[in-house]
């Protein structure tokens, strides 16, 4: 909706339905994908889920006071029968069978989106989150670019270079990483509070890419994801619970969705069974990176002088702490049925110097 009648009438302003209030710099770009039902949609999804977010988040920080008073996370005996039970997740869809190399980057900009999609890589990680600094203006040309790949229609024109971009005939299979549940979206207000970024990022996107995976006709055909940051089971339900409803108003088979989980926090390590058993049907594994699990374990043991850490560029995955998280991880999800993934390897080749990127890459 727009602020004012007066401002309606100086400047364009977005199509909103009730209770939606989009306060980010108009563009007609902007607008094509941030349409009244788009809008609706990503509401629809706060309204039924900021409850179970709330509580989750709320969740997160009394655990982290537990730790701080002294209390070590652990296997939950709640969830004793969900860790030895004999269950599995639903098959590896053939559309994803093959990950064996994925590259990741942001969503923004342009150029990059075609270069990763054409790079030979099996599987793009478009991101988001920490690969994306979260300005309006990126993640709305994030998701502009995003849909026109999906639709296999995204071209670029760099005028310094003379040169077009687009896509090859065989391009690697999107996935898209939203922010986690943890961080708003300033620019977006439903019901007068701030979006949930997270949502915001998966409802633009799915509603309108998911009719381009139909091809496959049938279950685990897509649209894929990633999902970071998270640190407890309850987090994948909510998750789940956001894939069930986004289905069933696409009229789509449950279980086309699917996404594989960063396990990347302290937490999360003694959650993968569980993480897995409430994705079941919309699983595509686990991922198991570095940077991000070393921090939450320096933010997890703050206030234990006992678990201090060196610098963490020399804590590598060899440590036995690391080898050990890595190991549980691809433990788990060969007994559950699904993809162990490793991390990304933070290196950049670099150009027309390949006696260089041999030496990188021989470090990593």
């Known amino acids: 909706m727009c602020a004012s009648v007066t401002a309606a009438a100086a400047a364009p302003c977005y199509d909103a339905p009730e209770g939606v209030d989009v306060r980010g710099r108009y563009d007609p770009a902007f607008a094509s994908v941030l349409t009244r039902d788009a809008l609706a949609f990503v509401a629809a999804l706060q309204r039924e889920f900021r409850g179970a977010v709330r509580y989750a988040m709320e969740q997160r920080r009394e655990a982290q006071r537990r730790y701080d008073a002294g209390e070590l996370p652990r296997f939950d005996p709640a969830t004793r029968s969900v860790r030895e039970g004999g269950w599995k997740c639903a098959p590896v869809p053939p559309a994803v069978a093959d990950r064996t190399v994925e590259i990741t980057g942001p969503a923004e900009p342009r150029k990059m989106v075609i270069n990763a ?28 670019n995003l849909r026109d790949a999906v639709a296999g229609t995204i071209s670029f024109r760099d005028a310094a270079r003379g040169r077009e ?19 708003p979206e300033a620019h977006v207000l439903i019901d007068g509070e701030p979006a949930i970024g997270c949502l915001v990022d998966f409802g633009l996107y799915f509603f309108h ?45 449950r279980g086309s969705i699917r996404a594989t989980v960063l396990v990347e926090t302290l937490p999360a390590a003694f959650q993968m069974d569980e993480i897995l058993y409430e994705l079941r049907d919309h699983s595509a594994g686990l991922n198991c990176g570095r940077w991000d699990y070393i921090f939450s374990y320096v933010k997890t043991f703050r206030a234990h002088p006992d678990r201090l850490l060196p610098d963490r560029a020399l804590v590598g995955m060899a440590q036995h702490f690391m080898r050990s998280y890595s190991h549980l991880l691809i433990r788990t999800c060969h007994r ?14 670099i150009k027309d110097d390949t006696a260089a990127n041999e030496r990188r890459w021989s470090w990593c």
């Open 209 to 253: 890419n998911h009719a381009a995976f139909r091809a496959g006709q049938g279950a685990g055909f897509g649209p894929f994801f990633y999902l970071p940051k998270m640190e407890h089971s309850r987090e994948a339900r909510i998750w789940n619970g956001v894939f069930e409803r986004a289905e069933q108003a696409a009229g789509i088979e």
């Open 117 to 144: 999609l054409n790079s030979g890589a099996k599987v793009f990680m478009a991101d988001f989150e920490d690969a994306l600094s979260p300005t309006w203006e990126n993640l709305m040309h994030g998701q502009v």
């Open 336 to 349: 559950r049925g699904v993809h162990a993934m490793g991390g990304m390897a933070a290196q950049i080749p």
């Open 165 to 183: 971009y687009k896509l090859n005939d065989r391009t690697a299979k999107l996935f898209v990483r939203p922010r986690g549940w943890h961080l």
